[in-house]
């Protein structure tokens, strides 16, 4: 970086910052109208938050939400991620690391203007790519590669494209990572309006594409939660690495309740087993926790690929994991529906907080998991006798005042069987009650 360089003024930002919270009718906002927390949060975690200490996060963000991040690209996992305060800091530390005074920047334009106002105060140049208004905001990509040269560091992309709302087809995608690889020159897109577009399909990510790819977004537009200050960056595990180094510097580390409260809507699920359970367990929390995605662990790992491979969708990452330990850090739910005379599970796998719930032992004692686990997990809900006499494949659901309620089809003997499900960590209220199944 070049320390005292000058920046000029982010007029738009700053024109904006200080009118938004003032005006009665705020046209100029880019993003979902902002979530309350008490809209976030359901009332059962209000307990959990005020006991939240007030820490310093590690400084990429909490292997837990990294996990949960990364489960929205596939392929990527906690390495590829770090956690920044907004997608501005994320689009800052990239820029920090990849450009030095004298590179050329190829940026898509219009665009939000953080980026262009960084790359001069670093010293180098950005060179405009233009979108077209008469051909729909579209770009021209032969124009982008005339306009790269031997000193182009980086190419600039925002997709969907603030502030014209255009979005690149996967054609315009593929040809712009082709002609920058060409250039062997890095490609940074801002991702921050994925899922926030008003009509068609969420716009594909350029994740997977290109090796020299970083790709930043955050929580701020679709997520509706713009005052978290979360935002992130995915690239490969050694460019990240070096990306945390510089937030060290920078601001440490996310805000900590931010950093708990952007997993509220995102959680990982390790089913350690992988019998007719343990999909039925899969279906049954998915009605009470929006998972981001699901690892299955078994001693038989052929079988927990099998069932990975049948749940596995575009709506849900299901995976085997071959490692127990692997499986089972990070994770926000373990639930255990196996049986096993010795732990499989260990105390230090799992981090504070983590609902471990386990369903499946047939021994007087839930062995599974080694007591240092129970103690470090925020409770264990065992119900593993209705559930081995009753066990159900899931069929239908309802509400209930109490939770889910959700009623199936008994495997062994075709009746149904009905099963609160407040015991995943939603409720604690109904934690730790045995909850019988109710035979119809
Ligand atoms: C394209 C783009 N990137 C980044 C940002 C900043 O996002 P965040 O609030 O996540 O820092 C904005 C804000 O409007 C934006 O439009």
Request: hydrophobic share 45%.
């Amino acid at each position: 970086m070049v320390l005292g360089a000058k920046l000029e003024p982010f007029q738009m930002e700053r024109m904006q910052s200080e009118w938004e919270n003032r005006v009665a009718h705020n046209l100029s906002e880019s993003g979902v109208h902002p979530m309350t927390v008490g809209e976030l949060l359901d009332p059962s975690d209000r307990e959990e938050i005020f006991g939240e200490r007030l820490l310093y996060v590690q400084s990429n963000g909490s292997e837990a939400l990294r996990t949960a991040v990364a489960a929205l690209y596939p392929g990527a996992d906690a390495r590829n991620i770090v956690v920044t305060n907004g997608t501005a800091e994320a689009n800052y530390i990239s820029i920090w690391k990849l450009v030095e005074p004298g590179d050329e920047v190829v940026m898509m334009l219009p665009n939000y203007m953080q980026i262009w106002g960084v790359v001069r105060g670093q010293g180098a140049t950005v060179v405009p790519w233009k979108l077209r208004e008469e051909q729909a905001w579209a770009p021209d990509v032969d124009e982008l590669s005339r306009i790269l040269t031997p000193r182009t560091r980086l190419v600039v992309v925002c997709n969907p494209n603030n502030p014209t709302g255009s979005v690149l087809t996967q054609g315009a995608m593929r040809e712009i990572v082709g002609r920058t690889a060409r250039h062997g020159a890095w490609l940074l897109v801002d991702e921050v309006y994925r899922g926030a577009e008003r009509e068609g399909e969420e716009t594909p990510t350029f994740w997977g594409m290109y090796d020299r790819l970083l790709v930043t977004c955050g929580l701020s537009k679709a997520y509706a939660l713009p005052g978290l200050r979360i935002g992130w960056v995915v690239g490969p595990a050694q460019t990240i690495a070096e990306l945390w180094g510089r937030k060290d510097y920078l601001t440490i580390s996310p805000g900590s309740l931010s950093d708990v409260l952007a997993r509220k809507e995102a959680s990982v699920l390790t089913i350690v087993g992988a019998g007719l359970q343990a999909k039925a367990h899969i279906e049954a929390i998915r009605l009470v926790r929006n998972l981001t995605e699901v690892r299955v662990w078994a001693r038989n790992a052929a079988r927990a690929q099998e069932l990975a491979q049948e749940l596995d969708s575009k709506a849900l990452t299901v995976r085997a994991v071959v490692e127990a330990r692997a499986a089972v850090t990070g994770a926000d739910i373990v639930c255990t529906v196996t049986s096993s005379p010795t732990a499989v599970l260990l105390g230090d796998w799992v981090g504070p907080g983590t609902h471990v719930n386990l369903v499946g032992s047939s021994a007087p004692v839930p062995v599974e998991t080694d007591s240092a686990l129970v103690v470090k997990s925020r409770f264990i809900a065992d119900h593993r006798e209705h559930v081995l006499a009753h066990g159900a494949e899931f069929l239908m659901r309802h509400r209930h005042d109490n939770g889910v309620v959700v009623l199936g089809l008994g495997p062994s003997n075709g009746s149904y069987a009905i099963f609160v499900l407040g015991f995943i960590g939603i409720r604690p209220g109904v934690a730790n009650v045995n909850l019988g199944a109710v035979l119809l």
